[in-house]
């Protein structure tokens, strides 16, 4: 199977800040990854993912990381505003049948 | 274009009574996930179709949960003789493939009193 752990159930920043939120996933065969962000009362929606045969990809203020040989995966916010707090959950997959998630970090903007 | 969509959105029902849960994937989309979300808790694996193959139900906690998905579109998810623990929200995603990515609708909120 698979355990897949976040570092912080919460995080608060200032609004502004950076945020990192992390993933720890237990499985190496894992090959590919996705952060969802989900607000109240809402269902998850996709934010960036990230495929094995990279380390690193870009969005819109929103970077994954992915380090494989300590199978740890990161979600790196830029100057984060109110709107981006939700729930965060990173979500992996190596079968491609079942996805595995984490139990979410809650992310809290201080204005 | 239109995203997932669950119906119904909530649902109360007494324990013991059966429930059906909808959900209407993205069209085109071969794969489609059911996934249950208790309070504060991630989501929990339930269910997985694919095409025209033999759904994964390797993630349904017992017997008296069963999907069936008609014509590779339209999924529906039945729980039997609903238990109060049984109360969470069941979230459903579809995907244009499997490992691509999931696509979720709002969630349906079922309330076992």
């Known amino acids: 199977g698979e355990s897949v752990g976040l570092h912080l159930p919460t995080l608060s920043v200032q609004e502004g800040d950076n945020s990192i939120i992390n993933c720890a996933y237990s499985?190496?065969?894992?090959?590919?990854f996705i952060w969802y962000k989900q607000e109240s009362g809402k269902g998850p929606q996709f934010i960036i993912d990230?495929?094995?045969?990279?380390d690193k990809r870009q969005g819109q203020r929103v970077t994954v990381l992915l380090n494989k040989t300590v199978k740890h995966l990161s979600l790196q916010i830029a100057a984060t505003q109110p709107g981006d707090s939700a729930v965060y959950f990173c979500?992996?997959?190596?079968?491609?049948?079942?996805?595995?998630f984490g139990t979410g970090t809650s992310l809290t903007v201080i204005p | 274009g239109a995203g997932v969509s669950q119906s119904p959105s909530n649902k109360v029902t007494e324990k013991g009574k059966d429930v059906e849960l909808r959900c209407d994937p993205i069209s085109g989309h071969t794969a489609l996930y059911w996934y249950r979300q208790s309070l504060g808790q991630g989501l929990e694996f339930l269910i997985y179709f694919q095409g025209n193959s033999a759904p994964d139900k390797s993630g349904l906690p017992s017997d008296r949960f069963s999907a069936e998905r008609t014509g590779g579109s339209v999924s529906t998810l039945t729980i039997q003789r609903t238990q109060q623990e049984d109360s969470a929200v069941y979230l459903c995603?579809?995907?244009?493939?499997?490992?691509?990515?999931?696509?979720f609708g709002p969630g349906t909120r079922l309330l076992v009193l």
């Open positions: 499985n190496s065969a894992s090959d590919y």
């Open positions: 990230i495929r094995s045969n990279m």
């Open positions: 995603a579809s995907s244009f493939s499997s490992q691509e990515t999931q696509y």
């Open positions: 979500a992996l997959t190596r079968t491609g049948n079942q996805f595995y």
